[in-house]
């Protein structure tokens, strides 16, 4: 009944515990933000298809027929015969163009905005609710005993100020043999992640080099790349998955094993480490694409990895940014699809479906009814407590985090090369939203309701992802995007002042002998690491504009969202000002009160067991 209305964050917090509750108020004001972002980002796709038809590089590219043939390995080596042109990339070039012009630019610092604005403004909105809530700065949230503490014989004494009393804790020192187990394996498991993108994209370039040699299909001939970005994104996707789901586990024992004796230290120490493996396992492979793919090696001076092995390929004409978008859609599809299916097999009951096969399918009539009693009378037997108790165990709440946050990664860190983004974020997130609601009121068992201030250390890492969010957007316009060279081009470079000729211009040209052969030939390739032609001042107006354009953009961007950090401010006024009056009137109120209790307590020590008077 509550589908088209605000959340009951109140009877969630009153039923299941302030963490849970500030779960879900996160993702119900996330969710909320995404709409601003949805409409911009519809505004900026439609302008970007407008310029798939209009953009001059496009046209210069859809139109040049077989005038540049392209360097392409297969080719080169005398393995096939197939040539391939510039034109065959008129497809690539359009989609690329979508997200290649300066609608992108303004869309990125929109975004930029936006971020700052969305973590300055749930800051304040948390700490409205922990204040409504009262635990604000609570005593008992920060030192809640884990319930899987384990008690062990070394351990360092120290005073406790909040239970009065003398009591044993595990220092530094003590967990430092089962931190650098915990760092080692985590620096494995990211060798892996980054092996595994580079593996990927090895086997990108092959792929395209053996769908070129294929002598059915012209099909495959022609879009040989395209398809092969389609299976390693689908291959890419499913390993980032699997590793997902085998290092959640590992960081789960290696956070126990340093036994942290708090539940707020034990979920900050699991959460830092599960983000840190995401981000590399989820952005490894995009920041490759969009940074080092094409600025590594040309056909005139080729670089291998491991010895002479591999070539590093090329991007195609026109920039990385499809590849980037291709790849997003589909690490995106896949990680959303899983909660969704899990969702979908969890809605049907199939324990239910699998009775009423039984009833309807036994071997005789006898063994159906006795089947049927026997479960009338095991439901009957059964109470609501018992019920109640064979519910499945909530997921850790750092899951669901980490989930959020990695896909705000995605739209903020790599939204420009794909605009429409949050439109489909906002509609998963407000199923997968409605979905974990259902399961926690029909399917999981209640939660242990711990007391927390906040979302914990997540609170942190989206104030990292938005400085990291406004460099990187600033290093892919300049670097990876096609329209600072056009711009450059058009200002210093055209006799008329427009894009004519900035094709040609941007070529490079290298000469080959195939083998067997005593005839050169030439082909073209996509300048990205030095200029194309002799016309050094070209390149040195454009490393100029780039640095110009970083160094703007990131101070630009880092200003603003100080400056509303600043303005709004973390906490309201109102939220303040009754704090501190809470804060000094509680120790005059409850002088007598206090000094009794303190006197007391030094003849009666068990009444440390008791909270403290003046509660946060």
């Known amino acids: 009944h509550m589908k088209w209305k605000s959340q009951p964050l109140n009877i969630i917090r009153n039923y299941f515990g302030s963490v849970t509750a500030f779960y879900f108020a996160f993702t119900g004001y996330y969710n909320t933000w995404l709409i601003l972002p949805a409409i911009v980002g519809v505004c900026v796709t439609v302008f970007g298809l407008t310029q798939m038809f209009l953009h001059p590089a496009v046209q210069q590219i859809c139109d040049s027929g077989e005038k540049y043939p392209m360097c392409t390995e297969c080719w080169m080596e005398g393995n096939c015969d197939t040539v391939t042109y510039l034109s065959n990339y008129c497809f690539t070039t359009r989609i690329t163009s979508a997200a290649n012009n300066e609608a992108v630019i303004v869309f990125a610092m929109l975004m930029m905005i936006w971020l700052s604005l969305f973590v300055t403004f749930f800051k304040r909105y948390q700490n409205t609710l922990a204040h409504m809530w009262g635990t604000t700065h609570s005593r008992s949230a920060s030192a809640e005993l884990r319930v899987k503490y384990v008690n062990t014989e070394k351990k360092t004494m120290f005073f406790n100020k909040f239970a009065g009393t003398r009591q044993a804790e595990l220092t530094f020192f003590d967990r430092l043999p089962f931190y650098v187990v915990a760092f080692t394996t985590v620096s494995i498991f990211l060798s892996v992640a980054v092996l595994l993108s580079l593996t990927i994209t090895i086997y990108n370039f092959s792929l395209s080099q053996s769908l070129l040699k294929t002598q059915n299909s012209e099909f495959t001939k022609k879009y040989a790349e395209e398809l092969a970005n389609i299976i390693t994104g689908l291959i890419s996707g499913t390993a980032i998955l699997t590793l997902s789901f085998m290092y959640h586990w590992v960081a789960n024992k290696l956070t126990e094993l340093e036994n942290h004796r708090t539940q707020r230290d034990h979920d900050n120490h699991l959460s830092f480490k599960v983000y840190l493996f995401e981000f590399i396992n989820h952005y490894g492979t995009l920041f490759y694409i969009a940074f080092f793919k094409g600025n ?193 081009y058009r200002d210093y470079q055209s006799e008329n002042r427009t894009f004519d000729g900035y094709i040609n211009f941007m070529l490079g040209t290298h000469t080959f002998q195939r083998p067997n052969s005593t005839v050169s030939e030439t082909c073209r390739y996509w300048s990205y690491i030095s200029p194309a032609n002799e016309n050094s001042d070209f390149w040195n107006q454009l490393m100029l504009a780039r640095m110009i354009f970083i160094f703007s953009f990131q101070n630009i961007a880092w200003a603003m969202a100080r400056v509303i950090e600043i303005i709004v401010g973390n906490t309201p006024a109102y939220v303040q000002q009754r704090s501190m009056s809470h804060v000094l009137s509680c120790p005059f109120s409850l002088l007598s009160v206090s000094i009794s209790f303190s006197l007391s307590l030094s003849l009666f020590p068990s009444l440390s067991l008791f909270p403290s008077l003046c509660v946060d």
């Open 296 to 488: 590594l090696s040309t056909p005139g001076e080729p670089r291998y990895l491991f010895g002479d092995t591999f070539r590093i390929e090329n991007c195609a004409p026109g920039g990385c940014m499809s590849e980037v978008s291709m790849q997003m859609i589909i690490i995106m599809s896949l990680k959303q699809s899983i909660p969704l299916l899990k969702g979908l097999f969890k809605a049907l009951n199939l324990y239910k479906y699998w009775q009423m096969f039984k009833r309807a399918f036994c071997c005789s009539a006898r063994k159906r009814a006795v089947a049927a009693d026997n479960l009338d009378n095991m439901y009957r037997r059964r109470g609501k407590i018992v019920e109640d108790f064979e519910l499945r165990e909530p997921n850790e709440m750092y899951r669901e985090y980490v989930n959020n946050i990695i896909q705000l990664g995605f739209l903020t860190i790599f939204g420009t090369a794909l605009p429409i983004a949050p439109v489909i974020c906002l509609f998963l997130n407000h199923h997968q939203l409605r979905q974990e609601a259902t399961q926690f009121v029909k399917r999981y068992r209640r939660p242990v309701g711990f007391r927390a201030d906040g979302i914990g250390s997540w609170t942190n890492i989206l104030e990292v992802l938005t400085r990291m969010a406004i460099l990187v957007n600033a290093v892919l316009i300049a670097f990876t995007f096609d329209y600072l060279p056009m711009i450059v």
